[in-house]
C-alpha cells in the first residue's frame, strides 16, 4: 500500500536537508516518487556507470588475499565458499531493496622494494600524493554518479591484474629455487608442494569467510547508486547488483586460482608479496602494483559517500549544508584511511578482523535484523525465514570467526 503524499513528502524533505548535497536531487526509492527527478530533466547514471560503481564499491584490496584463503581451504572448498558468500551478499542486497519498497526511505542503513629509490616509485611517497591530488578531490565530488568514470578505469584496472596473474603463473616454476624457499619461507622445497589441493584446512582457514565477506562488501553504497540510478526501480538496481557481484566473483576466482597455482601453499597473505620477491625488478608486475594502487584507492571515493553521510545524520542532520564541514569530514575520513595503509603491518589482520566483525554485520546480520524488524509479511514468509537465516548465520560466523582469529593471535 503506497504512503500519503504528506507523509512520504516530509520524510524526502527530512532526508534531503541531512544528504545534501550528496542526494539533494536524488529520489525517494518508493515507486511513488522514482521517476519524478527523470521527469524534471536529470536522467540519472546509466546502468552501465551504475554497475562499474557497484563494481567498484566490491572490488578492492581484499582481491589481493583470495589466493591466500584458496592455498589453505583447497580449490573446491575455496569456490563454494565464494558462491555461497557472493549468493548470501547479493540476497541481503535484496532484502536492502525490499525494505527501500516498504519504508519509502532511501538511507535506513544506520608495499616496498628495497630497491625503490625514486620517489615515484616509493609505494608511501605514491600513496599519500594520489590520496591529496586525486582520491581527496573526488570525494569531494557532490554526487556519486560522478564516480562512473573513475570507477571503469578501476574496473579495467582489476582486469589486468587478473590477467597478469593468469600469465605471470607461467613465468614462475614450481618448486621454487632453493635459495627462494630458504630464505624466505624456511620450508623445504618438496615436490608435493606444487600439487592443488581440492579441500585443505588448517588454522589459517579461519580467515576464509571473513576475507570473502570483506571482498563482497557492498552494501553501504547500495543506496546511493540507487538514488541516482536512472529510471530508478527494484528490479532495475537488482540486476545491477546481480551483474556488478557475478564480474566481481569471476575476476576474484581467476585471481584466486592462478594465484594459487603458481605459489601453491607458499602464496603470501598479499599475493603481490610473492611476485615482489621473486619478480622484483619485473616492468609487467611493477606496471600492476601501480593498477591495484590506483584500483583500490579509487574506491576510496565510494566509501566516502555513505561514511561521511552517516556523520552527517547522526551529529548534524539539522543543520544547513555547508562546504567546509563537507570538506573537513571528508578529510577526516581520507586521513584516517591513509594512515591504516600506511601502518596497518599485515592486510591478512584487515581482512580478518574487519571481515569477521564489521563486513559480517552490514552484509549478513544487519540486513536480516532490519528486514525482521521493518517488514509487515509474516514471520513464516519465505523472505521472514531467509532474514532469520542469514542473521543467524552472520551471529555465529562472525563471532565464531573472530573468536578464533583472538586466539591465534594469543598462541602466537
Given amino acids: ?36 527527478l527523470y521527469r524534471q530533466g536529470s536522467p540519472g547514471v546509466s546502468f552501465g556507470f551504475s554497475v562499474f560503481n557497484m563494481t567498484n564499491a566490491i572490488m578492492g ?22 558462491l555461497i558468500v557472493a549468493l548470501l551478499a547479493s540476497y541481503s542486497v535484496h532484502l536492502l531493496l525490499s525494505m527501500c519498497i516498504q519504508t519509502g526511505g532511501s538511507s535506513r542503513h544506520h608495499p616496498n622494494s628495497e630497491y625503490w629509490r625514486s620517489w615515484y616509485l616509493d609505494g608511501q611517497t605514491l600513496l599519500i600524493i594520489i ?34 596473474v593468469m600469465i605471470k603463473k607461467w613465468s614462475i616454476p614450481c618448486p621454487l629455487p632453493l635459495n627462494y624457499v630458504g630464505q624466505y619461507f624456511q620450508i623445504s622445497n618438496a615436490t608435493d608442494d606444487c600439487k592443488p589441493k581440492l579441500f585443505h584446512f ?60 603458481t605459489f601453491y601453499d607458499k602464496v603470501a597473505s598479499e599475493l603481490l608479496q610473492g611476485y615482489s620477491t621473486y619478480l622484483p625488478h619485473d616492468v609487467v608486475i611493477m606496471t600492476v602494483k601501480l593498477c591495484i594502487l590506483f584500483a583500490v584507492l579509487l574506491t576510496v571515493p565510494l566509501i566516502h559517500f555513505p561514511a561521511r553521510k552517516a556523520l552527517m545524520m547522526m551529529f548534524f542532520s ?9 570538506s573537513l ?73 573472530l573468536a578464533l582469529i583472538i586466539f591465534n593471535w594469543i598462541n602466537k
Avoid at 66 to 80: D, E
Avoid at 150 to 163: C, K, P
Fill in 318 to 326: 539539522n543543520f544547513p549544508f555547508s562546504w567546509i564541514r563537507h
Fill in 1 to 36: 500500500m503506497e504512503a500519503p503524499w504528506g507523509i512520504v513528502n516530509a520524510e524526502r524533505s527530512w532526508y534531503v536537508s541531512a544528504q545534501q548535497p550528496e542526494e539533494a536531487e536524488a529520489e525517494e526509492l518508493s515507486p511513488l516518487l522514482s521517476n519524478e
Fill in 329 to 401: 569530514i571528508t578529510l577526516a575520513v581520507n586521513i584516517i584511511i591513509v594512515l591504516l595503509a600506511l601502518y596497518v603491518p599485515d592486510i591478512k589482520n584487515v581482512f580478518g578482523i574487519i571481515g569477521s566483525s564489521t563486513s559480517t554485520c552490514l552484509i549478513f546480520v544487519f540486513p536480516g535484523l532490519f528486514y525482521l524488524k521493518l517488514s509487515r509479511e509474516d514471520f513464516l514468509s519465505w523472505k521472514k525465514l531467509g532474514a532469520f537465516v542469514l542473521l543467524i548465520f552472520g551471529i555465529l560466523v562472525g563471532n565464531f570467526s
Fill in 131 to 164: 590520496c591529496v591530488g586525486i582520491v581527496f578531490p573526488l570525494a569531494l565530488l557532490p554526487k556519486i554518479g560522478f564516480l562512473g568514470y573513475t570507477s571503469s578505469l578501476s574496473f579495467f584496472f582489476m582486469v589486468f591484474f587478473a590477467l597478469v
Fill in 61 to 82: 584490496s581484499g582481491i589481493l588475499g583470495l589466493a591466500y584463503v584458496m592455498a589453505h581451504t583447497g580449490i573446491l572448498g575455496f569456490s563454494f565458499l565464494l
Fill in 202 to 261: 588448517s588454522k589459517e582457514s579461519v580467515y576464509a569467510i571473513p576475507t570473502m565477506a570483506f571482498s563482497f562488501l557492498c552494501h553501504t553504497s547500495v543506496l546511493p547508486i540507487y538514488c541516482e540510478l536512472q529510471s530508478p526501480s527494484k528490479k532495475r538496481m537488482q540486476n545491477v547488483t546481480h551483474t556488478a557481484i557475478a564480474l566481481s566473483f569471476l575476476i576474484y576466482f581467476i585471481s584466486a586460482l592462478f594465484g594459487y597455482l
